[in-house]
């Protein structure tokens, strides 16, 4: 992979664990292929009718999000490779598909369409988030809790946007401690940018013209159009040219440079109770977990994460509790990302108008489950459970 992508590589037991069950005869990282479907195709080629042995496998890793424009059923890049094995012949029992997200059943019925056995597919959420020995030892902090909420923001993408706005709207902007990054223009929600196609062969000319792909132009892993009612529309307008770029002493580290537990922005989290995540997905159909959903849990805060349906349900599937006791966790089930954020944005305002010393009871009410979360992502998740996990590779 390239480096530029280590953080986000899986970790490295399991690729060790798969060399050790099979042969390997390649291992591939979307991240360095899903962009380029002319290299894909070629790496794949050497092993068009390869009279495969029984414990010989090719590995291919989903790390990051896969592309699903409007209604699409299929991911773009997931509906790519069986497009490519399909062509070349190459059986899908002989690959296995370690994904980020939860495909397998959307993985499943490709196959069928494409008339091959389903690849050996394999939900990892061991990707993005540091290793258990990588994480430092920490204690719960309330005295140092001055905000009701902080809101950290990197890259701006149209969720991300939104969710500022609505904060805005609600003048909530002002209560919580925020930090937003805003180097680039903002999208509209109306004027889509990405347009997708089925085919890219004027462009990649080595590729077969019989097979059929799914792609956008330009390219993009992030398809940013957020579906909005009328009044979300007007609010997001109305809001979105008021948000300006925010930054905080308390970052030590810029984001897209930050390694290890830099990226968790300790100095930044213990100063407020509720961690208000906006994960990297909006409208999108699976649940996303990467670092900006687990910072909450190595710094002892609570968490109010927006990002795909299921956010929270997904974390409770992993073994970690969440804070339906202190608010209403419905938001996670809302069809829509905005309609999520609203819900979401509604259960923190609630908490907007306490007094820090307000803030810290919370906290210490809290206690039992920011210990509990902690403890289980050291000890469980990324151990015992973890190594369950390899044992079923």
Known sequence: MNSKWLHAAPWPDTFKTLSQKYQILLSIDMLDYDFDLDKLYKVLLEFADYNFMPNQRIVITQSDTDVYVDDSNFGFTLWNIYSILAYLDIPGEHVIYLHHHRQTAESEKISKI????PMQ?????????PLGSDVENKKLSVESVRYPYMFLSGIPRANRQYTMSKLIEQNLHNTGLIAYHNKIEYTNALKDKVRAVNTRKEQLVTLPESIHFRTTRPWTRIYEHLVLSSSQKKMYFEYSNKIKPIKNPNITTPIALATSSDRYQPNFNQLALWDLVVETVGDYPYAHLSEKSIKSILSFRPFIIIGGPGQIELLKDLGFKTFNNWINESYDNKKTFADRADSAIIQLNQYCSHTPDQLK?????????????????INNFAGSDYKKFLGKL
Not at 114 to 117: A, G, L, P
Not at 361 to 377: G, T
């Open 121 to 129: 597919n394999i939900y990892n959420p061991y990707v993005w988030l």
């Open 361 to 377: 009871k919370v906290c210490i009410e809290m206690h039992d489950v920011l210990e509990y979360n902690y403890n289980h992502y």
């Open 114 to 117: 494409k008339n091959i056995s």
